[in-house]
């Protein structure tokens, strides 16, 4: 098992390396400073609940898109909501993708507008799968009796 110091040094590169890559921005960042003693799992709250949001608004955006007749305002509602909560979590690539599908809603372009789903479910599983990896990782570092790091 490693031991604390392996795990917060994995937890750094890990942070740094999600920022590095694009997955998230300092609005991530500010969140983890938020989180302090009295308020121990703060991120995993609002990141948690950002996942429950963003399985709705997937799911909204793929019926809304399937209809015979689509709505491209409803549509570009819940891109909208989809780009604002993620980046006051500083999920980056999806906001950005999202900024390309609310373009595709205006020129009520139905192709770009699935192509820009696809993209953005692709871009959410991404995020998601490498949040919960750094989630795991801070709680091996709790488990072993250490603290997480904080990051510049």
């Known amino acids: 098992m490693a031991s604390v110091p392996q795990l917060q040094r994995q937890f750094i590169e890990y942070t740094t390396s999600l920022h590095n890559e694009g997955y998230l921005d300092d609005q991530f960042s500010q969140l983890q400073k938020l989180q302090d003693e009295s308020n121990p799992d703060f991120v995993v709250e609002v990141v948690s609940l950002y996942f429950e949001d963003s399985e709705k608004l997937l799911n909204n955006l793929a019926t809304a898109l399937q209809q015979k007749s689509v709505d491209y305002k409803q549509v570009d509602s819940h891109v909208h909501q989809f780009k604002g909560s993620s980046s006051s979590i500083g999920a980056q690539r999806v906001a950005s993708v999202c900024v390309h ?52």
């Open 101 to 152: 599908f609310r373009n595709f809603c205006e020129e009520k372009n139905l192709e770009g507008c699935l192509r820009c789903l696809q993209q953005v479910k692709q871009e959410y599983i991404l995020v998601r799968n490498k949040l919960e990896a750094l989630f795991g990782l801070e709680q091996q570092i709790l488990q072993a009796g250490g603290s997480i790091p904080m990051m510049e």
